[in-house]
């Protein structure tokens, strides 16, 4: 199976869901199957478990060893393990390769299902007890008609092991290590909490007034805001916002539809907006384009917003 060769129009606010399976036994000693999702996007191919050669030294329990396709030498976790379970064997496992964050890795379940072409508004966000129960690891919930999947957070898995792909572990960039002046007004959509604040510390921190929210729902309607209130006042938008900062994976809203929406509007088109996610890849660099994004940065080069948020405001909003 190569979900890569599924195409969805960006703009669009839908997305598609590999569902597969985590069989388990329960703290009782019963066998239980897990339904769990991870974005199409992410996915590069889906195979059978192969020949894997263990690494040396000492790793994390779920790290199984590496394995060659095509000579590329691919590191294989086993998600049942890393969630910290009991598996149950099965004849016929299944390996997803996926590629975010500019890495390939792959992952070991017990089973793959369906596709599934949803839109962004069916994806909930886990409340905040789900949060703490699964550690932070579930990052949305779809309610099926006879289950519930969990949209498993795959970034998180890799950060944890290996600190060296998180989300700011790249030093920032002298020109915007110091206190400056603020000039530019920034809108940030980014459902995680931490990615929110890293960006908007690195953004204040080289001078920008900043905004947070939390999809592109919200982002969409805050703009809206600013629009109305820029007409009845006779303003350009510029009074209120200069420069969009976007998350592409988001309940609710998907920052290529919060893009395309922008860009489709005469009033708001000329503010840049910025797709910073573990989603911008050379082969998916298209689907950004395709709805105007004016820039594209892939997680975890936190330290590239600033300075190309500066560079895009300075050109669009010249003093």
Known sequence: M???DILLESGTNELE?????????????KEHTGHYGVNVAKVLEIIRLPRVTALPGHFHPAVMGT??????I???IDLCAWLGKTPVETDTPKVIVTEFNRVVNAFLVSGVTRIYRLSWERIEPP???????????????VRMEDRILFILDMEKIIADLNPNLAVGTIPPSPETSSEAEVH??????????????????????AGFEVERTINGKMAWDKLMEWKERAVQNNRPISDYVHLVVSDIEMPAMDGHTLTKKIKDDPFLSNIPVILFSS???EGLRHKGESVGADDQISKPELAEVAIRAKMLADKHWPT
């Open 2 to 4: 190569t979900p890569s």
């Open 17 to 29: 869901i590999i569902e597969f399976l985590i069989k388990e036994i329960d703290d009782e000693g």
């Open 67 to 72: 394995f060659n396709m095509r000579n590329n």
């Open 74 to 76: 691919i590191a294989l």
């Open 127 to 141: 409340d905040i007890n789900m949060q703490t129960y699964a550690e932070g690891c579930i990052t949305g919930v």
């Open 184 to 205: 530019y007004k920034t809108l940030i959509a980014d459902d995680s909490s931490t990615i929110r604040h890293m960006i908007g510390h690195s953004l204040e921190t």
């Open 279 to 281: 989603l911008i890849t």
